[in-house]
């Protein structure tokens, strides 16, 4: 999942990088995707929507001749790669409940899990297999998960 969420913040980088972008639209269009990957509350939502360019005398005169440098398309692609970097942080955290779940469980259970895994179960196989697992451990493999933020 978090893999479809990295192709659609790059897919924003190569928009901004686009010659003619509307830097509006775009900053709409990207403000309601961040929101949807992370949440109306993000920080990374608010600090988009705050971009802008800056049209005063002082800023026309600074930005004259030599290299056209985007100071705010700079800061659109940074905000994103982090966006890309916290998702890919929380990649990890699959592998840690893995291994919550191995620890409590028997080695012929978790071969069975692994192989079922491999073949993208549905979440009614998942629940039959987890329906073979005994009570008291799965409440210990769930606890364990929850405090183990």
Do not use: C
């Not at 897919?11 to 900053?27: H, M, P, S």
């Not at 905000?79 to 890919?88: G, W």
């Not at 291994?99 to 179960?121: A, D, F, H, M, V």
């Not at 297999?129 to 493999?141: G, H, Q, R, T, V």
């Amino acid at each position: 999942m978090d893999k479809k969420k990295i192709e659609i913040l790059e897919a924003l980088i190569q928009d901004l990088g686009q010659k003619n972008v509307d830097f509006d639209a775009w900053r709409v269009k990207t403000s309601l995707l961040l929101k949807k990957i992370f949440g109306n509350d993000d920080e990374k939502v608010e600090l988009i929507n705050n971009l802008h360019y800056d049209y005063s005398s002082w800023s026309l005169r600074d930005g004259f001749g030599g290299k056209q440098h985007d100071p705010v398309k700079d800061q659109a692609r940074e905000i994103l790669e982090a966006a890309k970097l916290e998702l890919q942080l929380g990649e990890t955290k699959p592998d840690e409940q893995s291994g919550i779940i191995k620890e409590k469980i028997s080695g012929e259970e978790y071969q069975r899990l692994t192989s079922l895994l491999e073949n993208n179960p549905t979440e009614q196989e998942l629940t039959e297999y987890f329906s073979n697992i005994a009570p008291a451990i799965k409440d210990a493999i769930l606890a364990k998960i929850i405090l183990n933020k």
